[in-house]
């Protein structure tokens, strides 16, 4: 989703009412834990502020922090359409 350009994500908001003001991108990181055998991954996350909201996206995830007057539900349609192209087709069981 990291790859996903800001141009979309910014007419994906358009349905949240809400629009983005400046972006922040991190970079992957490794760090070595107590236990030799383990390690954190982190690929990175970009981070964008909004309006009167802020969004954050990593490789498989979004979280769209709302307040104010934004309208959240209303662009889970959108970002489904980009996350899972082929969600509406699917049969529920």
Avoid at 11 to 24: G, R
Avoid at 82 to 91: E, F, G, H, Q, T
Wanted: charge should be positive.
């Amino acid at each position: 989703l990291r790859l996903v350009p800001q141009e979309a994500w910014t007419e994906i908001l358009k349905h949240a009412k809400c629009e983005i003001l400046s972006a922040v991108n991190s970079n992957a990181v490794v760090i070595p834990s107590k236990d030799k055998e383990k390690t954190i991954n982190s690929k990175g996350v970009t981070a964008y502020l909004l309006s009167e909201s802020s969004l954050f996206v990593t490789d498989n995830s979004v979280v769209l922090k709302t307040c104010g007057r934004t309208t959240p539900l209303l662009a889970l349609e959108p970002i489904l359409d980009l996350a899972v192209p082929n969600w509406r087709k699917k049969d529920p069981e």
